[in-house]
């Protein structure tokens, strides 16, 4: 079932440092490409997505870069916050199957 | 909306006994699915359906696993029997299919079998 690839399983940064989260996908028919945040307890909830049209997205300090030709995708924290600190799935699926598949997740400390 | 509610929020019960967990989808939503997470195989995508309709129950992990869709507003998962093995959180998600809004999750259902 793993058709998403993520990378690194964890990461630690500082205060104001900028995380860096890769995936790698298969399937070419992926056309939505969603990360997700998830904090101990909770289910995991939809933090930012791009379709494979863009080749970047900005929402607040997340950032989705996006390269279709290499399959891979990335998420960038700027000025990461301690409350930053989560397991992050990135995740792809079709637009007619909805059938989405995650990656392994990553989880985030953000250190004070 | 009060998202996606899943019952209940714990479940303990020993190995051998039937395991029934409920979903309540978001109002308006066509696509449901069921995934399971654990540490070792993270979110796998159990089953899921489109309009009530089950699509796609290649990831129940065999026959002692079900689900079913009644109605647009509810959904079941079922164990029977149950095993120590499907000890993990049980996760049901909700969309609008084909309009890419992503999905909302539930809090999930922690199921341990002892």
């Known amino acids: 079932q793993q058709q998403v690839k993520q990378s690194p399983q964890s990461l630690i940064v500082q205060k104001g440092g900028i995380p860096i989260i890769n995936c790698a996908y298969e399937n070419t028919a992926f056309d939505y490409f969603p990360w997700y945040q998830q904090f101990p307890g909770k289910g995991p909830a939809l933090l930012i997505a791009?379709?494979?049209?863009?080749s970047e997205k900005k929402e607040g300090r997340f950032t989705i870069s996006f390269n279709k030709s290499a399959k891979q995708f990335s998420l960038h924290i700027m000025d990461s916050q301690p409350g930053d600190s989560a397991t992050y799935f990135c995740a792809a699926s079709t637009v007619y199957n909805n059938d989405m598949r995650f990656g392994a997740g990553t989880r985030l400390t953000v250190k004070p | 909306d009060a998202g996606v509610i899943q019952s209940p929020r714990h479940e303990v019960t020993e190995m051998g006994q039937e395991v029934t967990l409920r979903c309540k989808p978001i109002s308006g939503h066509n696509s449901l699915f069921w995934y399971r997470q654990t540490m070792m195989r993270g979110l796998e995508l159990l089953i899921y359906?489109?309009?009530?309709?089950?699509?796609?129950d290649s990831g129940m992990p065999e026959d002692r696993f079900s689900a079913k869709m009644p109605n647009a507003s509810f959904s079941t998962l079922k164990i029977q029997p149950s095993e120590p093995r499907d000890s993990a959180v049980y996760f049901c998600a909700s969309t609008l299919m084909g309009a890419n809004y992503g999905y909302t999750f539930g809090s999930g259902t922690r199921l341990t079998v002892v």
């Open positions: 791009i379709r494979p049209d863009v």
């Open positions: 359906f489109n309009n009530n309709v089950p699509i796609d």
